[in-house]
């Protein structure tokens, strides 16, 4: 997949560096054009100088072929300008900010721009965002057989309860991560847009869960 990038300091070249060597097509955005140093000598990316929310450089990126744009930049109001550029001008399915202040973070979650605020920042949680279909292991059991992953959800699934979906894939929701904070959900808790799923599961029965929840709901008793 295509995945745009905008601004190459340390977060932004760590995550285009692990998802080039992943074999992602990757295009990097960056006013100075000296930040690019930061990238693998071996990167097969592109590389390109100017600013990130200018519709020219990002179509110049690739931006209106991407599966998902990071804007990683140090200015938050660059950030989220850009991340809603390529949200809804080039409709781009998968977008995340980074935000320094915390505080906006909320804001711009409800404006539909999934952000990692200053506390989250790492490859990662960024990681987690752009490609929110993979399985993220974070524990398992002395046996092996028990563990605890995060899940990416089909966007059909936001509005559904908590409860419903843990029963219509027999898997227990440990917690969620929402606006960067981890929730205890209660049975009547319902999934809002950009939630992440911790979900506690049989190691046997992983990819079965992983499929059910990467396609849209089948009938759910609510």
Same mark, same amino acid.
């Given at each position: 997949? $295509?995945?745009?990038?905008?601004?190459?300091?340390?977060?932004?070249?760590?995550?285009?560096?692990?998802?080039?060597?992943?074999?992602?097509?990757?295009?990097?955005?960056?006013?100075?054009?000296?930040?690019?140093?930061?990238?693998?000598?071996?990167?097969?990316?592109?590389?390109?100088?100017?600013?990130?929310?200018?519709?020219?450089?990002?179509?110049?990126?690739?931006?209106?072929?991407?599966?998902?744009?990071?804007?990683?930049?140090?200015?938050?109001?660059?950030?989220?300008?850009?991340?809603?550029?390529?949200?809804?001008?080039?409709?781009?399915?998968?977008?995340?900010?980074?935000?320094?202040?915390?505080?906006?973070?909320?804001?711009?979650?409800?404006?539909?721009?999934?952000?990692?605020?200053?506390?989250?920042?790492?490859?990662?949680?960024?990681?987690?965002?752009?490609?929110?279909?993979?399985?993220?292991?974070?524990?398992?059991?002395?046996?092996?057989?028990?563990?605890?992953?995060?899940?990416?959800?089909?966007?059909?699934?936001?509005? $559904?309860?908590?409860?419903?979906?843990?029963?219509?894939?027999?898997?227990?929701?440990?917690?969620?991560?929402?606006?960067?904070?981890?929730?205890?959900?209660?049975?009547?808790?319902?999934?809002?847009?950009?939630?992440?799923?911790?979900?506690?599961?049989?190691?046997?029965?992983?990819?079965?869960?992983?499929?059910?929840?990467?396609?849209?709901?089948?009938?759910?008793?609510?």
């Amino acid at each position: 997949m $295509h995945i745009v990038i905008m601004g190459c300091g340390r977060v932004g070249a760590s995550l285009a560096n692990r998802l080039d060597v992943e074999g992602h097509s990757i295009a990097i955005i960056d006013r100075d054009q000296a930040a690019f140093r930061r990238l693998r000598t071996d990167f097969s990316g592109k590389t390109i100088t100017g600013v990130g929310f200018d519709r020219d450089r990002l179509r110049e990126a690739g931006i209106e072929d991407a599966h998902a744009f990071a804007a990683v930049s140090s200015g938050d109001n660059s950030n989220i300008l850009a991340a809603r550029v390529a949200r809804e001008n080039f409709d781009v399915e998968n977008v995340v900010a980074r935000i320094y202040d915390p505080k906006r973070a909320e804001i711009y979650e409800r404006l539909g721009i999934p952000t990692v605020a200053t506390v989250a920042w790492s490859t990662g949680q960024m990681l987690r965002r752009l490609l929110p279909g993979n399985v993220w292991e974070e524990w398992r059991d002395p046996s092996g057989s028990v563990i605890l992953s995060q899940i990416g959800v089909h966007p059909d699934w936001v509005g $559904h309860r908590i409860r419903s979906i843990g029963e219509s894939t027999n898997t227990r929701i440990a917690f969620v991560t929402r606006y960067g904070e981890g929730l205890l959900p209660e049975p009547d808790t319902v999934l809002q847009d950009g939630d992440l799923l911790h979900v506690v599961l049989r190691l046997d029965k992983q990819d079965e869960v992983v499929e059910a929840l990467n396609q849209p709901p089948r009938e759910v008793n609510e």
